[in-house]
């Protein structure tokens, strides 16, 4: 972890304060309670306080790749396509975080698994949490060899199932038996803490989404991680309203050979009054939950 510094973060930053339920005692209770250790120098620390989690959607491209970090524990969704791996690692090492509880790869493409192969050779690592589907890819083989070349134990989830380190704290809720193909394969979990809530979708695609709404298992969420880069095959209406986040993270690839983010998926959550953060035009999106709101921290920089 950073330094002994306490510095409050600085307050002519701009800072978006939302929650749910929304209104002014909220945000003005979000603006007090939230303090972070923020030490701005060539290095970024950004060091949760007390009962405070930071959820990091890392700008890596054209891929995903999720940092989730409190005072003592860690966790990696995903990291970026294999050139990525050195950004990635960049930011486990500002964060001050020295060891992940769990890395979890949604499901085996390279956008999402391959920079988790500098991850896990280099930084200890508690388990990987992996879908029960293979890829017959060079990336794939040496994703599955890193792990085993590392010795770390592998858990393949089953839906339902809950995960804690310390205070972060998540259950599975993706994907459903049945998928048919490696983007619906991909793993979904939506983390607590205390009120707040985020789902994240990897590349889940429609039917995916058909799945777990029907599973009855509770997909309400503050923040949704967009599903598949923004892609129309994904964030279906009757998904979105289920969510019902208030705020959305597309981490996406400027100029990206796909098109994503696609217009049509714009547009759904623009009719929800949904807000929309992207990592092609905003960077690595921070946020912040001590457990009663969210706060997008800004003013931090790509
Ligand atoms: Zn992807």
Redesign the pocket.
């Known amino acids: 972890m950073a330094s002994g510094h306490t510095t409050r973060r600085r307050q002519d930053k701009p800072r978006r304060n939302f929650g749910r339920p929304f209104g002014l005692a909220m945000a003005l209770v979000l603006a007090f309670a939230l303090v972070y250790t923020v030490v701005f120098s060539d290095n970024l620390y950004l060091v949760p306080g007390d009962n405070e989690l930071i959820v990091a959607f890392l700008d890596v491209g054209?891929?995903?790749s999720i940092l989730i970090w409190s005072r003592d524990n860690a966790i990696l969704i995903?990291g970026g396509d294999f050139a990525q791996g050195d950004t990635v690692l960049r930011y486990i090492r500002q964060a001050g975080i020295s060891r992940l509880d769990y890395v979890i790869a949604t499901?085996p493409?390279s956008?999402?698994i391959g920079g988790l192969i500098p991850v896990l050779s280099r930084v200890e690592v508690g388990y990987v949490i992996m879908a029960d589907v293979v890829h017959t890819t060079t990336t794939f083989e040496n994703f599955i060899d890193t792990i085993a070349n590392a010795h770390i134990p592998v858990v393949i989830p089953e839906v339902g199932e809950r995960f804690r380190a310390g205070i972060i704290d998540f259950t599975v809720v993706g994907p459903l038996p049945g998928h048919g193909n490696l983007?619906d394969a991909s793993i979904v979990l939506r983390l607590r803490h205390g009120d707040t809530s985020f789902l994240f979708t990897?590349?889940a695609e429609a039917a995916s989404e058909r799945a777990m709404m029907a599973s009855g298992l509770e997909l309400r969420a503050d923040v949704l991680k967009v599903g598949?880069?923004g892609s129309r095959t994904s964030s279906t209406a009757a998904f979105l309203d289920a969510v019902g986040p208030v705020a959305a993270v597309i981490?996406v690839g400027g100029g990206n050979q796909f098109g994503h983010p696609h217009g049509e998926v714009l547009e759904r959550f623009g009719e929800r009054g949904i807000l929309v953060y992207r990592t092609d035009l905003n960077g690595t999106v921070f946020m912040g939950s001590d457990g009663v709101g969210i706060v997008v921290i800004d003013g931090l920089g790509r």
């Open positions: 054209q891929g995903d995903d499901h493409h956008d999402h983007n990897g590349d598949h880069h981490p």
